[in-house]
């Protein structure tokens, strides 16, 4: 059974070819990924739905996947941090996590032969105190653009962050439920 990965997230593609053969991997345009107003783990399943429900009907494959990760800021649980658009904001997020745990949500919906479903799950994370070196180092490695907080935990971000609590798949992108779920339909 064909998956269709509905997003351009390189790290999501490589974790579900890892786990499932037959991976197609392609995103949707024209979905508002603008956060509404609630906590963040409302916030992300809010986003995942939009999606999800952006998905058209009538397409070839069995099994259907679309996340969406959000990094709480870590001074106000209620407020999410998006993705950098410039150096100036990564620095900017970077230098607030810097020290600091904060939690990260992941929504992911899964549309088995026509029904979706989804999972919010959420772990927590550690930052080192970041040097103006390391903080340098991190926005010239180009691992901030495109990720929620400004980093990639399974990149450069690594060296200096760590997992306390949690599932490191929440971190990467997925709900580890949602996948949880599509290894019962579906083995490589």
């Known amino acids: ?3 269709w990965l509905a997003s351009g997230s390189q790290r999501r593609a490589i974790i579900l070819s890892r786990l499932f053969s037959d991976i ?3 995103p949707i345009d024209g979905v ?3 956060p509404p107003n609630g906590s963040v783990s409302s916030q992300v399943l809010t986003i995942c739905k939009r999606k999800a429900f952006a ?3 009538n397409h070839d494959f069995g099994l259907v996947i679309v996340s969406d990760t959000m990094v709480a800021d870590p001074d106000d649980i209620n407020v999410s941090m998006g993705k950098a658009s410039d150096e100036f904001s990564a620095v900017t997020m970077l230098k607030k996590l810097s020290g600091c745990r904060h939690r990260v949500w992941s929504a ?3 549309q088995i032969l026509g029904e979706w479903e989804f999972f919010v799950d959420s772990a927590v994370v550690e930052v080192d105190e970041l040097s103006i070196e390391e903080l340098g180092h991190l926005i010239t490695s180009g691992s901030w653009k495109g990720k929620a907080g400004s980093y990639d ?3 450069e971000m690594g060296k200096h962050a760590k997992l306390v609590d949690g599932d490191e798949l929440s971190v990467l992108g997925f709900a580890p439920s949602a996948i949880d779920l599509v290894s019962s339909y579906y083995a490589k």
């Open 1 to 3: 059974m064909a998956i």
């Open 24 to 26: 197609h991997s392609a």
């Open 32 to 34: 508002d990924e603008a």
């Open 55 to 57: 998905i058209p009907r």
């Open 108 to 110: 992911t919906g899964v």
């Open 153 to 155: 935990l399974a990149g």
